[in-house]
């Protein structure tokens, strides 16, 4: 089975604030990550998909880079909303597994 | 509207089985792969299951193969997941999910459902 591994789990930033979250596979997935946020009691959505396309209705802050084995969400200007957990996904190969998910709070 | 509604969930005794239902509605269900997703009380998500659009080729994860059973009904358009042999660690809100083409990506997702495995 293909690891990610997401860092850091925990990230506090404020309001404002440019935010990188990393993922590494265990081997190489090409294009085939995908980002998810999640806020409590809710299900996920989905931000990026490919890699680096931003699902349609996302806000442009948000953008994915990367190819291989090594990934990153980058959050340009932090809103309010934007607090809550981050994960990475590989849909390379089942099972698709995911990153253990990035909290970030606020400062 | 695309939707996705869960049901089945319930507090069971370990060993024993249950059948979660997911109604989907909004678009073709038989077109796409659909999947289940798990998370345990304050953990991640795990990825549990999946198959494709003609029921034909389904996937697990090792921590249920042998004991979970996905199926789909397009008459209906309805996904189940049949659990057996169920444990302590099943206890999660198991969530549906609608796979998309490109990436296999999940771009629909329900509320989520309840199972609590507990004596």
């Known amino acids: 089975d293909i690891q990610m591994t997401q860092s850091p789990s925990s990230l506090s930033a404020s309001v404002g604030d440019r935010v990188t979250i990393t993922c590494r596979a265990s081997q190489t997935i090409t294009s085939y990550l995908n980002w998810y946020q999640q806020k409590p009691g809710k299900a996920p959505k989905v931000l990026i998909f490919g890699a680096s396309s931003l699902q349609s209705g996302v806000p442009s802050r948000f953008s994915g880079s990367g190819s291989g084995t090594d990934f990153t969400l980058t959050i340009s200007s932090l809103q309010p909303e934007d607090f809550a957990t981050y994960y990475c996904?590989?849909?390379?190969?089942?099972?698709?597994?995911f990153g253990q998910g990035t909290k970030l709070e606020i400062k | 509207e695309v939707q996705l509604v869960e049901s089945g969930g319930a507090l069971v005794q370990p060993g024993g089985s249950l059948r979660l239902s997911c109604t989907a509605s909004g678009f073709t269900f038989s077109s796409y792969a659909m999947s289940w997703v798990r998370q345990a009380p304050g953990k991640g998500l795990e990825w549990v299951s999946a198959?494709?659009?003609?029921?034909?080729?389904?996937y697990y994860a090792d921590s249920v193969k042998g004991r979970f059973t996905i199926s789909r009904d397009s008459s209906k358009n309805t996904l189940y997941l049949q659990m057996n042999s169920l444990r302590a660690e099943d206890t999660a809100v198991y969530y549906c999910?609608?796979?998309?083409?490109?990436?296999?990506?999940?771009?629909?997702w329900g509320k989520g459902t309840t199972v609590t495995v507990s004596s």
């Open positions: 996904q590989q849909s390379y190969s089942t099972p698709y597994t």
């Open positions: 198959i494709s659009g003609s029921g034909v080729t389904t």
């Open positions: 999910a609608k796979e998309n083409f490109r990436y296999y990506y999940i771009d629909v």
